[in-house]
Structure formats: C-alpha cells, structure tokens
C-alpha cells in the first residue's frame, strides 16, 4: 500500500521569507510524486510532479520540490514567499507501473495549510 | 486547457434523497476519479473509471455508486443520503497514455446534507 504523510497542519512564514512544506511517502517501487495547491473554494490546482531524473523539479508560480529517496521525502519550497501563496497544499503519489490503466490512482496527504504575511 | 467541471457549486439535500453529481471533463481523458475532501482527512477516493462502463471501487465506496456512459461525463450518486455524507465533493480526470500523468480537478462541490 502506498501512504503520503504531511506533518504539519500548518505552516507560517513571513512574506519574502523562503517556505517549506513538509512531505514523506511510503510506496513500493519507484515513485512519483506530486504536489497541488488549493485556494478557497476551489478544485485542486497542479503545480509539478516528479517522475525520474533531476531530484529538483520545479513548477509553477515559483514552486521547487526536492526528491530525496534516501529519505523518501518530497519537501516544497520557495526561496521568497508571496501572500498570494496562502492557501492548502497536497502532495500526492503513485507507485510506477508499467501498467498505465488502472485509473493512475493517486494517494493524497492531509493537507497543510500555508499563511503567509506581511 | 483542460476543463474539468462540476454540476453544481453548492448542494443542500435532505436525509433520504437520492442525489446525483455530475462531472464532465472536455479532453478526451480516459480516466476519471471522484473524491471527498474533509478537513484533516485530505482527498479520499470514493470511486474511479478507466473506460467508459468501467469502474472500480476507491478506499471509501460504501453509500456510493458511480455511472459512466460516456467518455466525458461521470456521475456520482447518493443512493440515500445521510448527514455523514456531508462533505466537498472533488471530480478529476487524466490521460491514460504516459502512465503518470497529473490529475485536473474540478471546482468541487460542497454538499449539505440535512
């Protein structure tokens, strides 16, 4: 079985602080990896993913993941927060397989919610 | 862009009703998947489809079904709803192709259950 676990519920940072947002799996095989945003009222936005390669992947509106397999550990960062950044954050992973039907289920984490002020 | 939506925004029912969420996604996408969202539980999957007429049961299906009779749309239905469902309801779809494509999601829907 494959698990996501997001330690903090919470996380607050300074505007123009850098921000992390915690995030480890557990899943057997080679994983990938995701990360998505969701601002209120709203679906969840993608904002980058890992599959193979670079262990920094960088996404959207400034957003970098480090992929560290030793630690088996997906940590979000941003060098220089905005408070537009405030909203809840998802990491989500899947186990490779070479079987690609099956729905590409994802397992999503609890969410941590980032505030960031001025 | 790929265009995920959602029937309707906000949903109040009452206890007993069957009730019926619609998804349409506009981009060919094989698979669809349909979540509830609860605070500080996440996203749990309630059911997915891989083809049309295909689906398969999520980590929580129980008071669930699910319908698919067209590539683009999947419905997800209450049979009875009961307070317990209440809840934020989450569609998705993906590409089968590349095996480890994103998820796009739909706005949601916040279902009331009285």
Redesign the interface.
Known sequence: AQSVAQPE?QVNVAEGNPLTVKCTYSVSGNP?L?W?VQYP??????LL?Y?TGDNLVKGSYGFEAEFNKSQTSFHLKKPSALVSDSALY?CAV?A???????????T????TQLKVEL | DVKVTQSSRYLVKRTGEKVFLECVQDMDHENMFWYRQDPGLGLRLIYFSYDVKMKEKGDIPEGYSVSREKKERFSLILESASTNQTSMYLCASSPTSGGYNEQFFGPGTRLTVL
């Open positions: 519920d990938y995701f998505y009222n709203r679906g969840l936005q993608f993913k599959i998802f899947r490779e397989s070479r079987f690609t039907g099956g729905g590409n289920k994802l999503f984490g609890t969410g």
